[in-house]
Every structure is written in structure tokens, then in C-alpha cells.
């Protein structure tokens, strides 16, 4: 008998460079395949829950690109994390932390662009309340941003601080910025105030989960902070907490610009009894919305 074929999958796996970080998570304990099974698990309700909002968008909301990009992008991060967390390689770990990255661009779009008017402006558009969109630069500046930090993500892969600074300060702006919008701006209203409340709570209960968890294990925390913290798993709560956070955050601007295109007054939210959250509505015309149009 001749030596076994080599496994081609196993050494291109072999080869690959390790993460530098590596999450509290015993490795490799529950399947000999997946080196952190219960932060690669907790990562794909992230992209259920971005067709969740996808869906609910299109149903129910005026629907623009923007929703789509948003929602997209929450989907492959949850798709990334997973792989990221299931492998502890630095490729995988790129489809995680560069749509988080990503993501940000587009939330700081839909801030700023929550008041522009529209290709086609719809039906009863308070044209008067929109401002001319901001296409010329702003979309190229956005991507422009996102092909520098591409770029010094792979040109500096042992330095995570870049990455967390880069994250860090964008979550940091639009967490002040919905704060302002949701409390003291004078178009604020009890719906938005909610979902910010809302996107606070999941994100930042998360992030302190995130934080002791780093603290007490390190980036390089295997064994770190002991059995007890690896049997805690809040790195995999940490998901949960970012992921509702997000989706709560992503239906403030929904809000927010369906009372620009179609007034407060015909902004609802749906949802929120038992395990179903909160989803934005805009009735664009009596009470019908994009699906429910199409569907007819
Ligand atoms: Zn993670």
C-alpha cells in the first residue's frame, strides 16, 4: 500500500497564520473541527436576525438601498464571526472584524443621510424637511475609508489595537450622536427614544461582558482567567448583546427616516410580544406599505 493522499484541505488549513487574539474559550473542546464551538455557534443568529431585519424593511418600511446594504453587511459579519471563532485563523478573522468595520460606514451613511431626499421622492414626501443628498462625496469618502483600513488592516495584521480603535471610536460617535437625536433633538419621539434604549442596553450589557471578559483573560486568554471564565462563555453573550443592539439601533434610523420621508406621525413600530422584536413601520400610503403593495 502507498502513503495515505495527502490531505490537501488539512495543510492549506495548517498553513494558514494564526489570529492574534485568541478569546477566552477552551479550544477545540466540544468538536476536534471547530476550535471555539460556542462563540462560532452564537455567531449565526446574527445573520438570521439580518434577514429577519431585511425582511421586515422591505414589508414594511419604504424601502432604499441603504436598508439592504445595512442589513447585508450584519449578515457577513455574523457569517465571518463564525468562521473566525470556528478556525482562530487570521483570514477568518478579517471576514469578521472588516464588515464590522463596513457596517460602521454604513450606520455613519444613515445618519447622515437620514434627512436627503430620494432618487424618487414617494408619495406625500415632506419635501420641504429633505435636504439635497450628500452623493457626490460622501459615498466615495465612505468607501475611500473603507480601502484605507482594508489596506492598513493587512499591512499591520499583528497590531489589534488598530482594529479597536478604528471600531471603537465609530460605535463611540453614534452611540453620542443617536443619544442626541433620540433625547434632545426637537424632532425626537417616544418610538426612537425606545429603540436607542433598546440598542443601548443589548450593546452596551454586551460590551461590559466583552470588557471583563478581556480583562481578566487577555487577547491571548486561553486558560486565562481559569476554567470558571471559559465555562461563563461571555464572549458568546457578547454576540447576542452587539447583535440586538445593532438590528435596535439599524430600526432607530429606520424611524427616524420614515419621519423624515413621511412625517412622525406615520412612523409605528410592529412587533415586540414575546420573542418578537420591534420592527419599524412607514405608512406610506393609507396604511399600505412596499410588500403589502406588491402583494396586491
Ligand atoms: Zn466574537
Known sequence: MGPPPPDTWARWFDSLAPSNIDWCEANYAISPYVAEFWNAMSSVPMTLVAFYGL??????????????????????????????????????????????????????????????????????????????????????????????????YFLYPHVYELFLVSYVSVVAWLTIESVRRAWFAPDSTPLTRTLVKLALMFYLGGAALWIFENAVCG??????GGWWMQAAHLHAFWHAGACMGTYHFIEFCAARRGAALFGAENVSAGGGAMFMPLYVVHHQEEGRTTGERKRR
Request: include cysteine; hydrophobic fraction near 45%.
Open 219 to 224: 487577547v491571548k486568554g486561553e486558560m486565562g
Open 55 to 152: 425582511y421586515m424593511s422591505w414589508r414594511h418600511m419604504r424601502y432604499e438601498p441603504r436598508w439592504g446594504m445595512a442589513w447585508f453587511l450584519l449578515g457577513i459579519v455574523g457569517v465571518g464571526s463564525a468562521l473566525f471563532h470556528a478556525t482562530l485563523k487570521h483570514a477568518f478573522q478579517a471576514c469578521d472584524e472588516l464588515p464590522m468595520l463596513y457596517c460602521n460606514l454604513v450606520f455613519i451613511y444613515l445618519m447622515l443621510e437620514e434627512k436627503s431626499a430620494g432618487r424618487s421622492p414617494p408619495w406625500r414626501v415632506k419635501a420641504a424637511n429633505l435636504r439635497p443628498p450628500r452623493k457626490r462625496w460622501l459615498a466615495p469618502l465612505l468607501i475611500a475609508s473603507g480601502v484605507v483600513q482594508t489596506v492598513c
